[in-house]
Nanobody, 122 residues
Framework: QVQLVESGGGLVQAGESLRLSCTISRRTFSRNAMGWFRQAPGKEREFVARWSGGQPYYADSVKGRFTISRDNTKNTVSLQMNSLKSEDTAVYYC?????????????????WGQGTQVTVSS
């Protein structure tokens, strides 16, 4: 059983930063593609960023503000979020794919964390 555990969410003001982390229970996932998604109240889950084939990819809405990274020595994937906006408020989910490559759809990912709340006040 693969478990993903997110941490680092919280309440910040617009313009501030947060860093989310996702710890993966299996070391064998060091080559699997990983992604971050988010879901705001009343909205569908949307893609934020992914690490696929050794490269980062971002949604247009976060490009230039968010950075995804991974540390295979610690079995973690992180999301550094800078210049936060009120529209970034959502529950953020970490996800793992079965393969080294993944797309931007939720269906591309097999395993999910429980989510962490990020609230940005304006």
């Amino acid at each position: 059983q693969v478990q993903l555990v997110e941490s680092g969410g919280g309440l910040v003001q617009a313009g501030e930063s947060l860093r989310l982390s996702c710890t993966i229970s299996r070391r064998t996932f060091s080559r699997n593609a990983m992604g971050w998604f988010r879901q705001a109240p009343g909205k569908e889950r949307e893609f934020v960023a992914r690490w696929s084939g050794g490269q980062p990819y971002y949604a247009d809405s976060v490009k230039g503000r968010f950075t995804i990274s991974r540390d295979n020595t610690k079995n973690t994937v992180s999301l550094q979020m800078n210049s936060l906006k009120s529209e970034d408020t959502a529950v953020y989910y970490c996800a793992a794919a079965r393969l080294p490559y993944s797309g931007s759809e939720s269906s591309d990912y097999e395993y999910w964390g429980q989510g962490t709340q990020v609230t940005v006040s304006s």
